[in-house]
């Protein structure tokens, strides 16, 4: 038989079905196995993608017998045979059966392996998000399944990257110490001496700590504790135990490790006690820490190694996708090669619901951050036919000195015509020229914007979030750019290769040069050090710009003022040489870092660069404190796949206090979000699907969090209905009726609140509703932590519902 050979974008006139049978029809039939074991014959357009067959082969599966033994479509996937006689497994649906080249006309119905796990896992996922990740997944745009993908990689690699052994197991719970094994202050070890201050060591048998028993449990007091690691520690009380207690302990020292009395909380390095947040804070307050020996092969038994995480049927769907369009060779183009100026065409606008008024146009600006780089306005034109036509709107703006966070600021803007004119803001829209691949926009975009915040009497909105409105039934404009290709925004090496050239030629910068005696600059960085970069004059900008060596080597604090210099982003020569010193700049603070993630700082490079700072200066002890804040920050990136979206993730996934910490923020967001009724906006979906990958990535600690969230759900529609009784002890019968009747739901689990502290058995006759305006629960569980009763015998947690907060007393 002649080999046919056709092009793959020819799909009407290709076909290879029964052994290279051709078909010019464009219509096909296929052989379709059912896992029921049924056969069915499907003729179908050669155009049809896999979702389409699928849909039509449950159609006709209805009419067959055995078909309630069939699952749900999304449950199973296609599989072929490939000319080598293997079998390949079809998870990219939107697959055309042309694009397919089928050796046999025969496509299998199968349930992949794993999907039962997975669909058991995805639902868990979406208990523990508060919504269906079903309901999600039909929400996402290419964008955001780009970030979900990233955030997958992500959570890969942190997964085969983070300790699973030993002490440095990602979920071993650390008591908190200092940065640096420094010694104590002397106010610190002034109140040790003069207090006669110490530290108490309790031990138990193995069986007794086998079995949970502290009540045989003997002490030493070890006064020496200044300069004394707590391998030392351990050492010195067990020489105690069997000189004072005549105890034969047969185990080595080396063989324990110290716990703090009534909390799941050890220390284990190998460093000063005192450096220590509970010792030293415990010593501050003239108070005596109290631990108890642990023995390490008894503690270490709740920390195993966790199987690798399974990779979901999305992720093969997504990959396939990539895999056959990384043969599509695109022809991709240099900015720095398009010699023309920044041009927009306004088309129309739609859906004007309101037309009070006799005209309106277009403003459109262009921002780097909030500095204004250019400005115009389209022609007015009559409310009732909101249609341009008078051709392009110029920035004036060479296209090669766009900086690549530049933003389009658009408003829709409604005229009066009265004595005098009065103009109002009827929507707004920020879009980033560049996507987030670095890409410039081209072509036609139907842009739906946001209606302005009250009171604001501004015509634009540059501080407002990037992208258009998730709500499509608004007013929206319809504009386009110039089409030149595939252009991407050049890499930091050819902005460096750049920044070469510039010197060998002798280039002169834009800025005049400047001859200050190296006093007289080192005094005016100084006086830079407290001063906010808006109130900068020109020419202390020229200052800075000029020593920004001096600044990057000796200064590195000062970036934030330098970054926010508009001389910068207007040339590609000067934002070429920054990102090169970037390369060069010295190590900045973590205030600084976190300044320079403010909405007055849009430049991903910078902000990559605060990122990484943050990520290396940090240790799990310190960014707890600065994941709040950091959470506000990705409201406001533009978009998902970000430096600090992979930094937090990375360090939830390595350090179960920090992934603790962080799922509960970012639920509490979610939770904000869906009051004020933005479900499924771009943020809320952004923050999900974070949940979703530490989730993925922390299955084995998953049913724990399920537990958690069960009880606050539960906690929540309790304080909701409370809310609504004005007696307060009505309310709190109410409420230790309504613990009573799922008291086996709330007990024994870890505290949402702090993951070092485990909830015992709940004591409803302790739990009563505060008689104040909010009416919060105050909750109590007893301490099941061993020698409780040294530190607290019973948690109590107040929870106040409306604010997303949860407080202990």
């Known amino acids: 038989m002649q080999e046919v050979v056709c092009p793959q974008d020819s799909p009407d006139v290709w076909s290879v079905i029964e052994c290279g049978q051709l078909e010019v029809e464009g219509s096909t039939s296929l052989d379709l196995l059912l896992p029921n074991g049924f056969f069915i014959n499907v003729r179908c357009s050669v155009d049809f993608t896999l979702a389409m067959l699928k849909q039509e082969l449950f159609i006709q599966a209805k009419k067959l017998p055995l078909f309630s033994l069939l699952l749900t479509p999304s449950d199973y996937i296609f599989f072929t045979i490939r000319t080598d006689g293997e079998r390949e497994e079809l998870y990219d649906e939107s697959r055309s059966i042309f694009s397919l080249r089928l050796f046999v006309p025969l496509l299998c119905l199968v349930e992949p392996e794993g999907n039962r796990e997975e669909k058991e896992l995805t639902h868990d996922i979406g208990l523990a998000i508060g919504r269906p990740l079903t309901e999600i997944e039909a929400n996402l745009s290419s964008d955001e399944m780009s970030y979900r993908m990233d955030l997958y990689k992500v959570s890969e690699q942190a997964v085969s990257s983070r300790g699973v052994v030993g002490y440095s197991h990602y979920a071993f719970p650390e008591d908190v110490s200092s940065e640096l094994d420094t010694d104590i202050p002397p106010q610190v070890k002034s109140k040790i001496q003069m207090a006669d201050l110490y530290i108490e060591l309790w031990y138990r048998s193995r ?151 006799d005209k309106i146009y277009v403003k459109a600006s262009l921002y780097h951050g909030i500095d204004l780089i250019a400005n115009r306005e389209s022609a007015c034109v009559s409310p009732s036919n909101p249609r341009w036509s008078d051709g392009w709107i110029d920035f004036d703006i060479y296209l090669k000195d766009l900086a690549p966070s530049v933003q389009l600021c658009l408003s829709l803007v409604a005229v009066k015509q009265k004595k005098k004119e009065e103009y109002s803001g009827i929507g707004w829209v920020n879009i980033r020229l560049f996507d987030c691949n670095e890409k410039l926009l081209q072509g036609k975009f139907m842009l739906y914007l946001w209606p302005f915040p009250k009171y604001y009497t501004e015509l634009l909105y540059p501080s407002g979030q990037v992208g258009s409105n998730d709500n499509h039934d608004t007013v929206r404009i319809e504009v386009e750019f110039e089409d030149y290709g595939c252009v991407e925004f050049p890499d930091v090496d050819s902005m460096c290769e750049y920044v070469e050239k510039l010197d060998a030629r002798g280039a002169r910068l834009p800025l005049q040069a400047l001859s200050l005696p190296t006093n ?80 007055k700082y849009p430049d991903i490079r910078i902000r990559e660069f605060a990122v990484d700072s943050l990520d290396n200066v940090l240790d799990n002890d310190r960014l707890q404190l600065y994941i709040l804040p950091l959470i506000q920050v990705l409201k406001f990136e533009p ?128 739990c009563k509703v505060i008689g104040s305006a909010k009416q919060p629960l105050r909750l109590a569980w007893t301490n099941p932590e061993p020698l409780a009763r040294l530190h607290s015998e019973t948690h109590q947690i107040i929870f106040k519902n409306g604010d997303g907060r949860y407080y202990f007393l």
């Not at 207690?245 to 047969?250: D, G, R, S, V």
């Open 639 to 766: 978009y998902g796949s970000c430096a600090l979206s992979r930094m937090l993730l990375k360090r939830a996934l390595c350090n179960n206090r920090i992934g603790h910490i962080l799922f509960w923020l970012l639920r509490a967001e979610l939770g904000q979000l869906s009051e004020i009724g933005q479900d499924l906006t771009k943020i809320y979906k952004r923050f999900a699907l974070m949940i979703e990958a530490y989730c993925r990535a922390n299955y084995t600690h998953l049913n724990s969090m399920l537990r958690q969230v069960d009880m606050v759900v539960r906690l929540t529609n309790l304080s909701k209905i409370i809310k609504t009784m004005k007696d307060n002890e009505c309310a709190t019968k109410h409420l230790q009726k309504e613990l009573a009747s799922y008291v086996e739901i709330m007990q024994n689990m870890i505290s949402p609140l702090d993951i070092s502290n485990s909830l015992g058995a709940l004591n409803i006759e302790l």
């Open 520 to 599: 007289s600059m080192k005094e005016f960085l100084d006086s830079l050090r407290f001063v906010d970069a808006e109130y900068l004059t020109d020419k202390q900008m020229e200052y800075l710009w000029e020593a920004r060596e001096l600044v990057a080597q000796y200064k590195p604090d000062l970036l934030p003022l330098i970054a926010h210099c508009p001389l910068i982003w207007t040339r590609r020569d000067e934002f070429s040489r920054l990102y090169e010193l970037l390369k060069r700049w010295g190590k900045i603070q973590p205030e600084t870092a976190l300044m320079l993630l403010d909405f």
């Open 207 to 357: 069986e007794d700590e086998l079995a949970n028993i502290d009540t045989n449990c003997v002490c030493v007091k070890i006064r020496k504790v200044i300069g004394v690691h707590a391998s030392d520690a351990i050492a010195n009380a067990i020489k105690e135990l069997m000189q004072q207690h005549k105890l034969f302990i047969k185990e080595a020292a080396s063989s324990f490790l110290l716990q703090i009395a009534g909390r799941r909380c050890f220390l284990t390095k190998d460093i000063r006690l005192t450096s220590f947040e509970y010792v030293r804070s415990s010593f501050e307050n003239y108070r005596i820490p109290k631990f108890i020996l642990r023995r390490k092969d008894i503690v270490m038994k709740d920390f195993t190694e966790p199987p690798p995480i399974t990779k979901p049927s999305w992720v093969r769907a997504y990959e396939s996708r990539l895999d056959r369009t990384d043969g599509i060779a695109v022809k991709e183009c240099s900015l720095w090669k398009v010699d023309d100026n920044l041009k927009l065409r306004i088309h129309s606008a739609s859906h004007l619901s309101i037309l009070d008024f």
